[in-house]
Nanobody
Framework: QVHLVESGGGLVQPGGSLRLSCAAS????????MSWYRQAPGKERELVAT????????NYANSVKGRFTISRDNAKNTLYLQMNSLKPEDAAMYYC?????????WGQGTQVTVSS
């Protein structure tokens, strides 16, 4: 059974940092592209960052470039998102996504709130 379990969300002040984690199980993590998405209330889900299966290439939404870093540890079946210089507009539910061809898995999400 496939599981993607996000953690690390919470309340942070503007300018602060958080590190999200996504623990994967039930599939061969190392051959899947992994991504972080986010969805704020009243808005569509948007792609934040993607990393290749080997971790040798990454892509970011323009809104987070230079502030967020996606990484993975294939030995631990875990995906990460380091978020620095957080802004109020980064507040959202953050979801972990695994993709390989037409197979897609989603986690349940972890909430990030950015407020003073």
């Amino acid at each position: 059974q496939v599981h993607l379990v996000e953690s690390g969300g919470g309340l942070v002040q503007p300018g602060g940092s958080l590190r999200l984690s996504c623990a994967a199980s039930g599939f061969t993590f190392s051959i899947y592209y992994m991504s972080w998405y986010r969805q704020a209330p009243g808005k569509e889900r948007e792609l934040v960052a993607t990393i290749t299966s080997a971790g040798d290439s990454t892509n970011y939404a323009n809104s987070v470039k230079g502030r967020f870093t996606i990484s993975r540890d294939n030995a631990k079946n875990t995906l990460y998102l380091q978020m620095n210089s957080l802004k109020p507009e980064d507040a959202a539910m953050y979801y972990c996504n695994a993709r390989r061809f037409s197979t897609v898995y989603w986690g349940q999400g972890t909430q990030v709130t950015v407020s003073s």
